[in-house]
């Protein structure tokens, strides 16, 4: 992590959801960080989280989908992480919210809709894949980026293989 000073030091968690939960405490335990976090508090609490460092746009028009879950199907397993940068291939970027009660998915146009099955990220995640792949749309992106989803799906929870 790099501070406001320019001090750059490594954060020790395994996931990248406990990555960024410390670097929060420790920013907020700054003398510039803490002011940051008493003015956001709010903001910082109830804002979906992204949960990856996916940058993925659509070629086109299109920039991406979002699938947002609630913050408690979150465990941050290596299994989750795969599924995440499986998504990222067919450009939907996946976030937390400490507000939602149902996942969320949010298409190219702006339009969203709720999933209502499915009570873990990974289980929403295949879920939202499939309705992806059913689309028009999606269908051409599930096709074409076929070989990054086949590199960065982890069958075996042993194994992480982040693409970037």
Partial sequence: ???YDGYTYNIDENSSIDIMKKAMKDVCKMSM???????????VRLAPSPLSDCNSDR??????????????????????????DTMCC???HIESSPT?????????????????????????????????????????????QATCMD???CTDDTVYKHPW
Avoid at 76 to 81: I, K
Wanted: proline share 3%.
């Fill in 1 to 3: 992590m790099t501070t």
């Fill in 33 to 43: 960080g803490s002011q940051d976090c008493k003015k956001q508090e709010e903001c």
């Fill in 59 to 84: 070629p086109g028009s299109q920039a991406h989908r979002t699938l947002t879950v609630p913050e408690n199907f979150v465990k941050g397993t290596e299994r989750e992480m795969s599924w995440i």
């Fill in 90 to 92: 067919i450009y939907t």
């Fill in 100 to 144: 939602l009660t149902h996942p969320k998915l949010t298409l190219y146009d702006g339009s969203s809709y709720n999933i209502l099955q499915g009570s873990t990220l990974t289980d929403v995640v295949k879920i939202a894949k499939r309705h992806i792949c059913n689309m028009k749309m999606g269908s051409d992106d599930c096709a074409n």
């Fill in 151 to 153: 590199d960065t799906l």
